[in-house]
């Protein structure tokens, strides 16, 4: 069975730090781009960085630009998002998700399995 899960939110202070985890199992990571996707309350869920399978190729969106960090540890089959200086408009429950098309996207619906999202709250 085909599972992610993530972990590591919670809340942070502005200017902080915290990283997410998003474990696999039933699949390879190294075989699979993964993105990071976010949605704040009233808000449409946005792509926030993605890893391609070979991990040579990474995306952000330009808000975290030079402050987010993704990675995958092969081993563990775990992709990360380093979150560094995070901001309160960061705040958001965060997924991460394989994409079907062995690409990175944006696009939600490119996304065929989902983590179940891990809770990020940035106070000021």
């Known amino acids: 069975q085909l599972q992610l899960v993530e972990s590591g939110g919670g809340l942070v202070q502005s200017g902080g730090s915290l990283r997410l985890s998003c474990a696999a199992s039933?699949?390879?990571?190294?075989?699979?781009?993964i993105g990071w996707f976010r949605q704040a309350p009233g808000k449409e869920r946005e792509g926030v960085s993605c890893?391609?399978?070979?991990?040579?190729?990474?995306n952000y969106v330009d808000s975290v630009k030079g402050r987010f960090t993704i990675s995958r540890d092969g081993a563990k089959n775990t992709v990360y998002l380093q979150m560094n200086s995070p901001k309160p408009e960061d705040t958001a429950v965060y997924y991460c998700?394989?994409?079907?098309?062995?690409?990175?996207?944006?696009?939600?619906?490119?996304?065929?399995?989902w983590g179940q999202g891990t809770q990020v709250t940035v106070s000021s």
């Open positions: 890893i391609s399978p070979s991990g040579a190729r990474t």
């Open positions: 998700a394989r994409n079907r098309l062995f690409r990175c996207s944006e696009v939600a619906i490119e996304y065929d399995y």
């Open positions: 039933g699949f390879t990571l190294r075989n699979s781009a």
